[in-house]
């Protein structure tokens, strides 16, 4: 990503969704789009997911309740239908919840290096851990989309920057910690489950990005792991 002041971005491109060709949009804005009457391939999931009764039949009111969450989310087209990509996220959300306290329970993350921030690509999951102590999280992150992803591996924050803007795209970067060629941890002003995900660096939400910046300091290492669904 090239010198210090060309590095990181907040990516805010979105995915397309795999739907049937009835559900095609043509070159209207995805918020003019209106609900759609199909019933998707993961409707029974979706439905139970959202708390709609589980009948497996799409129905005015689990459109409604499927455009909320694509709305919240940025999901697009955002037409109420329940396609792979909305229930991704929701597959994701699920899996994020079932780690409770315990995100390095399997031992992935070093507890031998003192103070560390931990993340887990496939989970989407950040953590502060100081040997085998959990200091904060795990929280919800919005890492590198396919072509752009965030590198795996040991490293440690370099370069500090709490009210950067990105020289790339233009866009703020607020509490930045570099920790590998230009990847940063950052507050974002979208959602965490936002696809297709980040250029690189690892999105957060500005109360998660204060909480690293005063957890964190030049040195502290930063390991990265596993691999983000769809890349």
């Keep these: 990503m ?8 907040v990516a805010l491109g979105i995915a397309g969704l795999v739907a049937p060709l009835t559900l095609a949009l043509g070159t209207a804005p995805a918020q003019a789009a209106s609900c ?11 439905e139970k997911f959202l708390g709609r009764p ?28 329940a396609g792979p990509v909305t229930w991704g996220v929701m597959d994701l959300m699920l899996k994020q919840r079932a780690v409770g306290n315990k995100p390095n329970k399997a031992g992935k993350c070093p507890v031998n290096k ?22 904060y999280g795990p929280v919800p992150v919005r890492t590198g989309r396919n072509g752009y992803e965030t590198r795996t591996g040991l490293k440690s924050v370099y370069w500090r ?34 696809p297709p995900g980040s250029h690189g660096c ?30």
Excluded: E
């Design 36 to 46: 759609t009457t199909q019933t998707g391939p993961y409707q029974k999931k979706v």
């Design 202 to 231: 690892v999105n957060m939400t500005t109360k998660d990005a204060k909480k690293y910046w005063s957890l964190l300091k030049k040195g502290d290492d930063v390991f990265v792991y596993g691999r983000k669904p769809g890349t």
């Design 54 to 81: 589980v009948d497996g039949v799409q129905s005015p009111a689990d459109c409604k309740a499927i455009r909320a969450f694509q709305n919240k989310h940025g999901i697009t087209p955002n037409v109420g239908y």
């Design 161 to 194: 920057d709490i009210d950067h803007i990105s020289s790339i795209y233009d866009v703020p970067m607020p509490y930045s910690q570099f920790f590998d060629g230009g990847q940063a941890f950052h507050s974002v002003g979208v959602s965490m489950w936002n």
């Design 2 to 9: 090239g010198d210090v002041r060309r590095r990181g971005a």
């Design 114 to 135: 003192g103070r560390i921030a931990c993340v887990d690509l496939t989970l989407q999951l950040s953590w502060v851990q100081d040997g085998s102590r959990l200091v």
